[in-house]
């Protein structure tokens, strides 16, 4: 074999190789754009998520107020009813002197 059929055949070789290293590149690019859209697809999941949870937090403390706000109206009542007869028996007091 001379030089130049050396040469030739391991170029040929070296070509070869660089396919086959192309081809594994290819293969690797393809799985990982398939991972990377799993967890595109994941990300997108969990954001709808967090959002449906942050509404119902939200909610459930919109929820809270009203509830603290209906306890505080009953004590607010209950406060202004011992007042009103507190007035009243302060009236009776004074109107039998």
Do not use: P, W
Request: contains cysteine.
């Amino acid at each position: 074999m001379t030089a130049e059929e050396r040469t030739i055949a391991l170029f040929s070789t070296r070509v070869r190789q660089l396919m086959l290293q192309y081809k594994h590149v290819v293969e690797e690019n393809e799985q990982l754009r398939e991972k990377l859209q799993e967890a595109e697809e994941e990300r997108r999941n969990l954001s709808e998520q967090l959002q449906a949870r942050q509404e119902d937090y939200n909610s459930l403390m919109t929820a809270k107020m009203l509830q603290v706000s209906e306890g505080d109206m009953e004590a607010a009542k209950a406060r202004l009813a011992k007042l009103v007869r507190s007035v009243n028996k302060c009236i009776t007091l004074l109107s039998e002197k």
